[in-house]
Nanobody
Framework: QVQLVESGGGLVQPGGSLRLSCTAS????????MGWYRQAPGKQRELVAA?????NYADSVKGRFTISRDNAKNTVYLQMDSLKPEDTAVYYC?????????WGKGTLVTVSS
């Protein structure tokens, strides 16, 4: 069973930075597509960034967020810079392997002064 554990959320001021981490177990990480989604209050969950055969970003975070992965540590990261209040959401780690989707429990990011 694939398990995903996120960390790194918290409260940050507008313009600040945070780095989220997600460590996976139960999967061959190097062959697993990884990504980050977010869900703001009252909104649908949306893709933020994905790392698989290619790297993709939501238009709203391009140039500010960077997804990276360390296959030796089974970990995917989301570096978030120039944070805005509208980035406030619960951020979920996502993994896809063999046509199966897996989700972490989420970590809350709050951008507020």
């Amino acid at each position: 069973q694939v398990q995903l554990v996120e960390s790194g959320g918290g409260l940050v001021q507008p313009g600040g930075s945070l780095r989220l981490s997600c460590t996976a177990s139960g999967t061959r990480f190097s062959l697993t597509a990884m990504g980050w989604y977010r869900q703001a209050p009252g909104k649908q969950r949306e893709l933020v960034a994905a790392s698989g055969t290619s790297t993709n970003y939501a238009d709203s975070v391009k140039g500010r967020f960077t997804i990276s992965r360390d296959n030796a540590k089974n970990t995917v990261y989301l570096q978030m810079d120039s944070l805005k209040p509208e980035d406030t959401a619960v951020y979920y780690c996502h993994a896809r392997r063999n046509f199966m989707n897996y989700w972490g429990k989420g970590t809350l990011v709050t951008v507020s002064s």
